[in-house]
């Protein structure tokens, strides 16, 4: 009974992640690509046989609030560079981000902790958030 159980859970799990679907303690979390009204949003978790976030722990907020951007400082401390290699240029650092904070092992950007327009914190990169890919389209 129980390997039936862990395969049925591996398959499922297998079939998720495939769909863009992210496990993390005991649900799956899906980071939907396009922007949609709140009522739109909730029909497509609906329509995909979820629903929209409940968060219901601290441990979900704390994760669930940040996404990792392609920006860190991990080869040079304060030189901030984009994963393609270049520069930063135009950035939108919250308040007095980036700090270093703590243990100052702060080398990567997650975007969301703070619900402001200027919403970028560096915090430590073997933390774990969602993250978003981007694919340029090359014509
Ligand atoms: O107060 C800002 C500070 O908040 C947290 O540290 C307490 C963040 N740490 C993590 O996200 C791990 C800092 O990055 C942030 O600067
Ligand atoms: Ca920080």
Redesign the pocket.
Known sequence: VYFFKVSILLSLTDQYSQQGWVYFKHSFYYVSPVKKNWRDSRQECLQRGADLVIINSRDEQVSVRAIWIGLTDSETEDIWKWVDGTLLSTSYWFGS?P?N??SRD?DCVELG?YGTEMNW????CR?KNFWICEKMLVL
């Open positions: 981000e700090n904070f703590g702060e902790v914190n560096d915090a430590p933390f």
